[in-house]
């Protein structure tokens, strides 16, 4: 706290300034970061060229991947995957596994209050990607403070003041300002940071390559951290929207909540260094490392899924006259991953038992596998895409024995 104090009498750095607040018994020092682009600007020496070319290049075959697969059901399951993650980094125990069987009956058993959190996330997520693709709203604050209000509603933040940048302040960590970890700029010095960041989006300060202009306004949006609560869910969906918004991919296919989750210590020194030391190039080494890797593996994934889907469907093409209704099954199958009988009668507008003999079919070709012993509205999952789609997700330890990151 001290040094905090006698850094706020300093002039502005590169990272910017503490300023003294005088509120509460002690007082607090309160962060407020300096404008972007960052001054002097970024240096480029041959490693972060390097890992930059090698970003660009591994998100290039992810957009070309994708074409593999119909990119409707693959942004179905990376969406619903990354919800998952983001999620979990703040401290959900819900599972995909969860997630899908709640959306298709909301099923009993799954852990309702933390699914909805993770089915709002995939809500804010579509919300502002379709806004952004349909032309109808750029990535401005006003499109943010949308997403803010789909990822907020009826969960643990509804009440934290949904849709709304904050008028009070707040931190991360301790118990108060006063023994935080870090403390965010106050509200009037907020509002000053959040309109320079918005003019840096739409590259009204020059232009920045928007691979590193993306990991740049990631660590200014979480320095900042406008909102009372969901500050690291909308600033890690931030990065797959201005892929999106600057043409990087055509569609919001990455995420970067698995390499921040499998990294979090990393991640929040690389994020404080920013603020301690205006270490810019140091976060962005972190970031274009976690960028390349979170591509490449998802590239892989869709490969892996687009040669599973060929070798399934020939398969199941094999089983004779009633082919025809096991395809129509099966291809429902690999778009929801888990899926019940009732659906599939809503859905496909088959009767009920021809519904479940094309799904015994597909269980005797190991394909579907029913998870619910019942013998009326059973539910099947297609083990094998779940397995590929779960990379990452279900370490059990991580799940019961991981204190988040930050509830902001």
Known sequence: MDDKLAMQTEPQSRAGRFVLQHSGPDGYAAFV?????????VEFGPELRHASE???????????????????RLLYMY???EAVLSSQIEGTQSTLSDLLTYENEQAPGTPVTDVLEVSHYVAALQHAAESIQSGRLPLTLRLLRETHAVLMRDGRGARQA???????????????PGNAKFVPPPPHEMQIALDNFEKYL???YGRTPPILKAGIAHAQFETIHPFLD??????????????VADGVLRRPFFYLSLYLKENRSDYYDALQRVRTHGDWEGWLRFYLVGVEAVARQATQTTQALSTLFQEDEARVRLVGRSAGTALRVYDALRRRVIVSTTRLTQDLDLTWPAIQRAMERLEALGIAREITGRARGR???YDRQLE??????NNEAERTGVLPLDRG
């Open 202 to 204: 739409h590259d009204e």
């Open 379 to 381: 539910m099947y999952a």
């Open 162 to 176: 949904a849709g709304e940048f904050r008028r009070t302040q707040n931190w991360i960590g301790g118990s108060r």
């Open 79 to 81: 969406v619903r995957k």
């Open 230 to 243: 969901g500050n690291g869910r909308i600033g890690r969906l931030l990065i797959s929207l201005m892929f």
């Open 388 to 393: 590929l789609l779960n990379r990452g997700v």
């Open 33 to 41: 970061p300096a404008p972007l682009p960052p001054k002097p600007p």
């Open 54 to 72: 090698d970003a660009a290049h591994a998100l290039g075959r992810l957009d070309g991947a994708s074409a593999l697969l119909d990119p409707d």
